[in-house]
């Protein structure tokens, strides 16, 4: 089983933590590369860790992309997993990316990377 890419970085810093813990959306972006590959990139914020935390997550090869009760407030969601599926050797796709607990958010991606973090109360 795989582990998600930079999560040993991530708990180095911030300490053991869980994905779930992350509730709040705070950015989604979904792109195309130029080697029309789609991406999303999503930036989540603890909610009862203190201090709080962002984790920025990038997703290649996304497909089957489904959102439900996005927008016109602030974003939550409980129950956000990033599964490796590798086993079930589906073509391009290794990740599944889900909230367990409304289904607001589901899709498959090739590569799943935590590529920064931070605590949101220190000074830019």
Same mark, same amino acid.
């Given at each position: 089983? #795989?582990?998600? /890419? *930079?999560?040993?970085?991530? #708990?180095?810093?911030?300490?053991?933590? !869980?994905?779930?813990?992350?509730?709040? +959306?705070?950015?989604?972006?979904?792109?195309?590369?130029? &080697?029309? =590959? %789609?991406? $999303?990139?999503?930036?989540?914020?603890?909610?009862?860790? =203190? %201090? =709080?935390?962002?984790?920025?997550?990038?997703?290649? *090869?996304?497909? =089957?992309?489904?959102?439900?009760?996005?927008?016109?407030?602030? &974003?939550?969601?409980? *129950?956000?997993? @990033?599964?490796? +599926? /590798?086993?079930?050797?589906?073509?391009?796709?290794?990740? !599944?990316?889900?909230?367990?607990?409304?289904?607001?958010?589901?899709?498959?991606? #090739?590569?799943? &990377?935590?590529? /920064?973090?931070?605590? @949101?109360?220190?000074? $830019?």
């Amino acid at each position: 089983m #795989k582990t998600l /890419s *930079g999560i040993e970085e991530a #708990k180095a810093v911030i300490g053991e933590f !869980q994905l779930s813990e992350f509730r709040i +959306i705070r950015e989604l972006r979904f792109y195309e590369t130029e &080697t029309h =590959s %789609p991406c $999303l990139e999503m930036t989540v914020e603890s909610e009862e860790r =203190s %201090p =709080s935390y962002q984790l920025k997550l990038v997703f290649t *090869g996304v497909r =089957s992309l489904r959102l439900r009760e996005f927008g016109g407030k602030q &974003t939550r969601i409980i *129950g956000l997993d @990033v599964t490796d +599926i /590798s086993e079930r050797n589906w073509e391009n796709v290794c990740w !599944q990316v889900m909230d367990y607990e409304d289904d607001n958010l589901n899709f498959l991606a #090739k590569t799943a &990377t935590i590529v /920064s973090f931070h605590d @949101v109360t220190e000074k $830019l």
